[in-house]
């Protein structure tokens, strides 16, 4: 790295992180001033609520790090024209793919490190965050992306409504049993209002059991404290019952692969898993948008036209994105697709860009 690189990263640093830290300060003010009496209303202490939304910053970091690295490239390479560096560089015979360097791949070491972060800091935080609220106000925790769950256990597939009571209350479960491991012929079915844990097993006060054969109902019984046929303990089932924000990609990936096994509509977690990957790289996709607008914008003017100019691009993309995503949760776009392809787009339209300016504007 030479001593001109090495400047520039300095620079850009110094512009990136005061700008997370009024960014996550607006973005927590915000959330506090939107749920903070709610939280009160509800008999949370005011220690639990202070954790709660300490433990949100990571998620916030990670949300604000592509804006930051915007703002960042901007304010570097305009403060560079007004000083009269930039001229100064070119006219040094330096390019403006060359000057970018240090700007990109600090903006890559951001991308990294937020991949990082949704992986192995973020999940956890918001799980532990998320529970703390329900944990202590009473509420029951939601199910991963809806308000449902299905199960597969060998030949039967379990349905339950929602789980409550840290796991160990399950709303309206049923049991559909198959003859054997392909789930054509159902022969048994257990309905129940609800089923609690009780010593190593879950029990229901009433269930209605019916048996069919060849698919034909021959037989309807209503059984009294009967225990059900589930393995899955509620420690299992806190794990099941988690958003896609509060697992990583090794735990949505087997959240998937249950989903297949069982025939469920998997494509929106299937997205969300690509997404983790392809959110994080955000951040450079941003800088390379705005190298080439600082390049162009005038000297006096340059931060609120770049800074216009900037937000109007970012906007776009994130339009052409989310449409990207809406399709892929329909099953329309594969998986992959969704949540890549407007990263691919716009960082080449960024590289193009970027290539093609063979001198910025310098007055």
């Given at each position: 790295m030479t001593l001109l690189d090495r400047y520039i990263t300095r620079k850009w640093i110094l512009y990136f992180f005061p700008a997370v830290v009024v960014l996550v300060t607006v973005f927590l003010a915000s959330d506090v001033a939107l749920t903070f009496w709610d939280y009160s209303r509800r008999g949370l202490s005011s220690g639990i609520v202070a954790l709660h939304y300490f433990l949100k910053t990571p998620y916030l970091l990670y949300q604000t790090a592509p804006v930051a690295s915007l703002i960042a490239t901007l304010l570097t390479l305009t403060g560079m024209k007004r000083n009269g560096e930039m001229t100064a560089i070119f006219t040094s015979g330096i390019s403006g793919v060359r000057l970018s360097l240090p700007i990109l791949a600090s903006a890559l070491c951001v991308s990294?490190?937020?991949?990082?972060?949704?992986?192995?800091?973020?999940?956890g935080a918001n799980r532990i965050s998320r529970d703390l609220v329900h944990k202590n106000s009473g509420a029951g925790a939601s199910v991963v992306g809806t308000d449902r769950i299905w199960l597969r256990d060998g030949n039967r597939v379990i349905h339950i409504r929602s789980v409550e009571n840290e796991g160990t209350m399950l709303t309206e479960p049923t049991i559909l049993q198959f003859e054997d491991g392909g789930l054509r012929s159902l022969n048994l079915r257990l309905d129940a209002?609800?089923?609690?844990?009780?010593?190593?097993?879950?029990?229901?006060?009433?269930?209605?059991?019916?048996?069919?054969?060849?698919?034909?109902?021959?037989?309807?019984?209503?059984?009294?404290?009967e225990r059900l046929p589930i393995r899955t303990n509620p420690d299992e089932f806190q794990r099941v019952r988690r958003?896609?924000?509060?697992?990583?990609?090794?735990?949505l990936k087997k959240y998937i692969r249950n989903l297949k096994v069982a025939g469920l509509p998997y494509a929106r977690y299937e997205v969300n898993f690509f997404q983790k990957a392809s959110a994080a790289i955000i951040s450079l996709v941003f800088t390379i948008l705005s190298l080439p607008v600082a390049f162009i914008v005038p000297v006096r003017s340059g931060v609120p036209m770049g800074i216009g100019i900037s937000i109007f691009l970012g906007a776009v993309f994130w339009s052409f994105y989310t449409l990207s995503l809406s399709l892929g949760f329909a099953g329309i776009l594969p998986a992959s697709i969704a949540a890549w392809s407007a990263q691919v787009v716009f960082f080449l339209l960024g590289l193009a860009a970027l290539a093609l300016i063979r001198r910025p504007r310098l007055h």
């Amino acid at each position: 790295m030479t001593l001109l690189d090495r400047y520039i990263t300095r620079k850009w640093i110094l512009y990136f992180f005061p700008a997370v830290v009024v960014l996550v300060t607006v973005f927590l003010a915000s959330d506090v001033a939107l749920t903070f009496w709610d939280y009160s209303r509800r008999g949370l202490s005011s220690g639990i609520v202070a954790l709660h939304y300490f433990l949100k910053t990571p998620y916030l970091l990670y949300q604000t790090a592509p804006v930051a690295s915007l703002i960042a490239t901007l304010l570097t390479l305009t403060g560079m024209k007004r000083n009269g560096e930039m001229t100064a560089i070119f006219t040094s015979g330096i390019s403006g793919v060359r000057l970018s360097l240090p700007i990109l791949a600090s903006a890559l070491c951001v991308s990294l490190l937020s991949f990082y972060m949704t992986e192995s800091v973020v999940p956890g935080a918001n799980r532990i965050s998320r529970d703390l609220v329900h944990k202590n106000s009473g509420a029951g925790a939601s199910v991963v992306g809806t308000d449902r769950i299905w199960l597969r256990d060998g030949n039967r597939v379990i349905h339950i409504r929602s789980v409550e009571n840290e796991g160990t209350m399950l709303t309206e479960p049923t049991i559909l049993q198959f003859e054997d491991g392909g789930l054509r012929s159902l022969n048994l079915r257990l309905d129940a209002g609800s089923a609690h844990w009780d010593n190593g097993t879950w029990r229901a006060e009433k269930v209605f059991l019916r048996r069919f054969t060849n698919g034909i109902l021959i037989d309807t019984k209503v059984l009294n404290n009967e225990r059900l046929p589930i393995r899955t303990n509620p420690d299992e089932f806190q794990r099941v019952r988690r958003k896609p924000e509060e697992m990583g990609r090794s735990q949505l990936k087997k959240y998937i692969r249950n989903l297949k096994v069982a025939g469920l509509p998997y494509a929106r977690y299937e997205v969300n898993f690509f997404q983790k990957a392809s959110a994080a790289i955000i951040s450079l996709v941003f800088t390379i948008l705005s190298l080439p607008v600082a390049f162009i914008v005038p000297v006096r003017s340059g931060v609120p036209m770049g800074i216009g100019i900037s937000i109007f691009l970012g906007a776009v993309f994130w339009s052409f994105y989310t449409l990207s995503l809406s399709l892929g949760f329909a099953g329309i776009l594969p998986a992959s697709i969704a949540a890549w392809s407007a990263q691919v787009v716009f960082f080449l339209l960024g590289l193009a860009a970027l290539a093609l300016i063979r001198r910025p504007r310098l007055h």
